[in-house]
């Protein structure tokens, strides 16, 4: 199993910027592409980004240009930085990890509320 605790949500302005942080834990030697998927209130869940480990990056368009998806193998940790962040990208935020043959995992979420 893998275990993952996401870390750096909170409030910022429009126009701001955070970063959140997602470490690993448990069988991460397994682990393929990780990334961070959101959910507002009352919305499907939806992909953010993702980073293969090999490091291929893939953005949804809503946050292409704007969001950088990076991965940290020797710490075992993904990172999301949101730069010019918009109300519309308030949600949970959650970081996901895929592994062969075997069910994604999931973090508990963070917060990210974007005000205007």
């Known amino acids: 199993q893998v275990q993952l605790v996401e870390s750096g949500g909170g409030l910022v302005q429009a126009g701001g910027s955070l970063r959140v942080s997602c470490a690993a834990s448990?069988?991460?030697?397994?682990?393929?592409?990780m990334g961070w998927y959101r959910q507002a209130p009352g919305k499907q869940r939806e992909l953010v980004a993702t980073v293969s480990k090999g490091g291929t990056t893939n953005y949804a368009d809503s946050v292409k240009g704007r969001f950088t998806i990076s991965r940290d193998n020797s710490k075992n940790t993904v990172y999301l930085q949101m730069n010019s962040l918009k109300p519309e990208d308030t949600a949970v935020y959650y970081c996901?990890?895929?592994?062969?043959?075997?069910?994604?995992?999931w973090g508990q979420g963070t917060q990210v509320t974007v005000s205007s």
């Open positions: 448990g069988s991460i030697s397994s682990i393929s592409t």
């Open positions: 996901n990890a895929k592994r062969p043959r075997a069910p994604d995992s």
